[in-house]
């Protein structure tokens, strides 16, 4: 069983910038995908972006790319996501996930997930 925990969330104004961590548990972490969630109030959880074990693979949703950037360090059992110019609309908790077997970027898909991190971006 994995445990994520995710850190670096908080209030920020608009055009701000924050990173996001999750730390997990073990070291079989370097062994699993892993991905940014997030949820807003009334919606469903969306992708953000996802990263191979390796690091050297990443992917971003479209309404992402060119602001946010993920990323691991694989000695530290950690993924990060670095948020730029935030938006009003990036207001949202956001989760970070690990999946066990590669498989498509749909919530289903991940097996494990963190408690998530309160991201507020004011006007």
């Known amino acids: 069983q994995v445990q994520l925990v995710e850190s670096g969330g908080g209030l920020v104004q608009a055009g701000d910038s924050l990173r996001l961590s999750c730390t997990a548990s073990?070291?079989?972490?370097?062994?699993?995908?892993m991905a940014w969630f997030r949820q807003a109030p009334g919606k469903e959880r969306e992708f953000l972006a996802t990263i191979n074990p390796s690091g050297a693979i990443k992917n971003h949703a479209d309404f992402v790319r060119g602001r946010f950037t993920i990323s691991r360090d694989n000695a530290k059992n950690t993924v990060s996501l670095q948020m730029n110019d935030l938006k009003p609309e990036d207001t949202a908790v956001y989760y970070c996930?690990?999946?066990?077997?590669?498989?498509?970027?749909?919530?289903?898909?991940?097996?494990?997930w963190g408690q998530g991190t309160q991201v507020t971006v004011s006007s």
């Open positions: 996930a690990a999946q066990v077997r590669p498989g498509t970027t749909t919530p289903r898909s991940y097996d494990y």
């Open positions: 073990e070291r079989t972490f370097s062994s699993y995908p």
